[in-house]
């Protein structure tokens, strides 16, 4: 991805994210300067990998195969393991409409999938076999606003704005909009996005980035080539 369509992307999220009533936290309007001279204060935010996070899958088509991410807080893998303080993470993100977030599950993290507002959030679902890999002729069951929701091999699941699912590890899923875009919250177990997305196909989870401008903010991606 060129950084000029990041930093576009950026803008427009914020813009977006703003109109739903909920605005990002002071860290998220740093430039890469203001960050360089705060990263001994802000050592929490780098270190659990906070902030921005646009993402193409490497395959250079956003629009058609991607994800708009913004990590707001997230605890540590040690207290997850131990049982104790901080075992949560938070994201907002945007999928637009009839863009594809490919099917993956998560080995540790269970999430709540929240529509948090826009158009409708479509939410494709396959089981698991017996070691955790895809399976195409296995459903499952989900928990939909804390209700019990059985569901088919591939079957999509459509939640309105205010409407959720809670996912567990192993639940194989893929999401994107209907008929526009929306706002979605995730709420969840501590978060790893280096090495706990394990996709269906084989592919990237971050952007390969042509520097064609200087960032506007830094993505998640960039903190240790700026920040080590």
């Known amino acids: 991805m060129k950084r000029s369509r990041i930093n576009q992307i950026m803008a427009e999220a914020d813009e ?48 058609e195969f991607g994800l708009f991410l913004f990590t707001l807080r997230n605890g540590r893998l040690a207290d997850l393991q131990r049982g104790g303080g901080m075992c949560y993470a938070e994201k907002l993100l945007i999928s637009k409409r ?14 709540d999938i929240i529509n948090r507002g826009g158009a409708t959030l479509v939410i494709e679902l396959f ?12 459903g499952g069951i989900v928990w939909c606003d804390g209700i019990r929701q059985p569901f088919k091999p591939g079957e999509k699941l459509r939640f309105a704005p205010g409407e959720s699912v809670t996912l567990q590890p192993g639940d194989w899923h893929a999401f994107w909009g209907e008929d526009g875009d929306v706002l979605i919250g995730e709420v969840s177990t501590v978060n790893d996005d280096e090495t706990d997305n394990i996709f269906r196909e084989p592919i990237g989870r971050f952007s390969n980035i042509d520097e064609d401008e200087d960032p506007t903010h830094l993505l998640v991606s960039d903190y240790r080539s700026w920040l080590s």
Request: glycine letters at 8%.
């Open 16 to 63: 977006m994210i703003r109109s739903y009533g909920f605005v990002l936290p002071p860290f998220a309007n740093w430039t890469p300067e203001e960050f360089k001279e705060k990263a001994d204060a802000a050592r929490h935010v780098i270190d659990a990998r906070c902030g921005w996070d646009i993402t193409d899958y490497g395959a250079g088509k956003y629009d």
């Open 98 to 111: 009839d863009q594809i977030s490919p099917m993956h599950t998560h080995v540790i993290k269970a999430e």
């Open 127 to 138: 089981g698991s076999d017996d070691n955790g890999n895809f399976a195409e002729d296995r």
